[in-house]
């Protein structure tokens, strides 16, 4: 037990100096690059889950890298905002529109094209969206994966303390709604602390009430999108009857295992970054 506590930090301490190290140092391609070969590393363990053959699923990885190296080459040369537009809007529809009734429902569709299809749109559009936003600011990208793992973090332990009515018993038994709300509260307090840093990532519009509250309405949204992506991916492994979605990460499972929320909630980002924010 101690062994494996020890090596589970062991890799979260890893893991986390390299995101930093990634974001922060790196020139855009190359940050690109990196995420696009974990990406990839995704696409196959998404693969393996949703039931594609050992065939079928080398040429889905070879699509995924195909069309993310694509879409960086398009950025790179135009601009991310017009592959923000294309990849992430999809992106967002197809969670809105796949994730979240598979989750109600705990279903998945029943052909195995329109599976493989909804992970590579998914994939794609998170992929577009890291990028993009680190091509925009390094700190901005970090400031939105951080209510990512804030709500995380913010369930856990409001769930522990807290926890007693399930939210998916037949999906992920350990998640209450208690946790939920808890990650929920906990958004909502660090979107009131990064207002003072608005004007910094570029926002020029006027601080009205109303841009207030929309922006915490919209910080929570995608809380409650990263608790759908967390459990969309609970739901794929408990349909391939597997506990993780790889072991390429000790202590800690597969790329998916650790990458599912923020899968669903950085499209939205990239859109509002697009939308909102002047040229980065």
Known sequence: MASALAT?????????AGILAALLLLPTLAFGAIVLLIVLVAASEWAKLI???????????IAVLAAGGALLWWGALRGFDPAVELACGAATLFWLAVGVPSVLRNWQPGSLLVRAVSAF???????????????????LALAAMAI???????????????????LAPQISPGKTWEGVCGALVAVGVYALLLLPLARRAGYAGAFTAGAIIGWIVFAIALAALSVVGDLHESLLKRRAGVKDSGAILPGHGG?????????????PVALAATAFLGAP
Not at 121 to 139: C, D, H, N, T, Y
Request: hydrophobic share 60%; no cysteine; charged share 15%.
């Open 255 to 267: 790329v998916l295992d650790r990458t599912d929320a923020l899968l669903a909630a950085m499209p």
């Open 148 to 166: 990512v793992w804030l709500a995380d973090t913010a369930a856990y332990f409001a769930g522990r303390s807290f926890g007693r009515r399930k």
């Open 8 to 16: 589970r930090i062991a890799t979260g301490i890893v893991l986390i």
């Open 51 to 61: 039931g594609l053959a050992n065939g079928a699923r080398v040429g889905f990885v």
């Open 121 to 139: 749109v998914m994939l794609e559009g998170a992929f577009v969206a890291i990028v993009a936003l680190q091509a925009r600011s390094p700190w």
